[in-house]
């Protein structure tokens, strides 16, 4: 294995030889054969689509009603550029670029996700720049994400409606928070087994906006992290037959003065965010876990934000297994997530329920899911896989079909069966 990884994508690649279970999202593949004086230029891509039924306690409400089986797609590509030159310098830029979620092909544009350069040297290292994953991506361990469309951090939960999504707790969900916003990263060489990272985000902003406003009411619900340090490691190896991955991550964040909430909380912690996770891999087979906790909230979906004053301290955890038999893949999963929670809006009429002085329900919020499905690779750059997803969320006072404090929907379930293919060149 090279001591040097041209760009994040390269963790991925060095990941998935060791069984670990990869996310549902694609990266440009380094070129490992480029001599000094040499360069590339590649264009991944692939296309996405899915066929899905789905059930909520949200499907019906207030005279609204869901269509419970649908179609949906989506194209993504990984335009990239690397070289070595004579002096041994590695360097590159890479980028993702996406469509976006409308509802007609008239509507539909591409915008960049990510973005970066990056500049090292195999004895030294690399530092990245621009729109990237973060360390806590980078060396997350024991997320189960390589079987179906991604367990519950895939797409296809995207056609169940968003309140009976439970909320999924771990770094590579947050698009703001560690893959989409601008940073610098440090990604040192591997020596026996153990990396390390470290990377710095001023704010949750993109490459392209200047300057960040740092007095005024929160841009978002949930308070805006700013002057961001992550710090991770990750140790890798074979123990003859047994393979063993560990990583650990710590976040820790200011945030933007306040000049006052439209939500009405008082006002919102730092961030402060610990995990941690391990697997082990014996043949096809690969069991682990990870958990997370500290000083945040996910109050709006993918989005990690700050714990509010008067809230709870975030905790969640994972176990799963997946076992790969050639061309075929199966997996499972279950996560549990405990927080703070949605933030109300206003008070449902008539409800009785009431919103703390903090701004905040009666209740915490609790979400759970289970993930379970196969990925069989038909040929390469082409795989089908099924998904089955079942999930809940709880929180007392807090009614997930209108976004304010009320006494219904206080507790919603949902669930969904699914296929789909992936075609990537």
Known sequence: MRGFWLGSAATVIMLSGLGYALPAMAQATPD???????????????????????????????????????????????????????????????????????????????????????????????????????????????????FNDGGWNGDIEGMIPVGANPVYPFPDSGAAYDQASDKIVYLSPALAGFQFSAGFTPNQTASNYAPAVTTSATPISGGMPRNMLDIGGQYTQAFGPVGLQVGLDYTTAGQVANTGDPQGVTGYKDMSIFTGGATLTYGGLTVGGNAVTGAFNMADGFTFQLEPDGGTKAIGWMAGAQYALGPIVLGASFYRFTQTGDLPGGTDAGSGATITSSGLTTGQQQNNGVAAGITYTLVPGVNLFADYLFGTRQQGGYDFATGDAGDAHNNVQSQLFGLGTQIQW
């Open 32 to 146: 490992t054969n480029l001599a000094p004086g040499q360069s590339a230029v590649h264009l991944n891509g692939r296309v996405n689509w899915y066929a899905g039924v789905e059930g909520s306690s949200l499907d019906n409400i207030g005279g609204t009603k869901t269509s419970t089986s649908s179609f949906l797609g989506y194209l993504r590509l990984y335009p990239n550029f690397q070289g070595v030159a004579a002096n041994g310098l590695h360097y590159g830029s890479s980028a993702e670029i996406r469509t976006n979620s409308s509802a007609s092909a008239g509507g539909e544009t591409l915008y960049v996700f990510q973005a970066y350069g990056y500049l090292g040297l195999p004895q030294l290292g690399q530092i990245s720049f621009g729109q990237q994953n973060g360390p806590s991506v980078l060396t997350e361990t024991g997320f189960f994400e390589g």
